[in-house]
């Protein structure tokens, strides 16, 4: 007697912990990008201040799409 299907809630707990991880390492970085950004901006380096801003920045905008793509997959499945 089955109680419940194994094979769906180990993909559930997979596919989580990988969603929970790149998010978190995602958006790490784009703190990295914004906390580095503000360190050479006060160094007066314009330029390197600029790309770890674009680094910040596009971390960030990644970390809202992959929230807004788990959002739909979710609206999706139910």
Request: proline share 1%; charged share 10%; aromatic share 6%.
């Amino acid at each position: 007697m089955t109680i419940f299907a194994t094979a769906p809630l180990l993909r559930m707990v997979y596919s989580s912990l990988i969603a929970g991880v790149s998010i978190a390492l995602v958006f790490s970085i784009a703190v990295f990008g914004v906390i580095r950004s503000s360190d050479m901006r006060r160094s007066n380096r314009a330029g390197a201040s600029a790309r770890f801003a674009a680094l910040g920045l596009l971390a960030l905008l990644a970390s809202a799409a992959i929230a807004i793509v788990g959002l739909i997959l979710v609206i999706h499945k139910s």
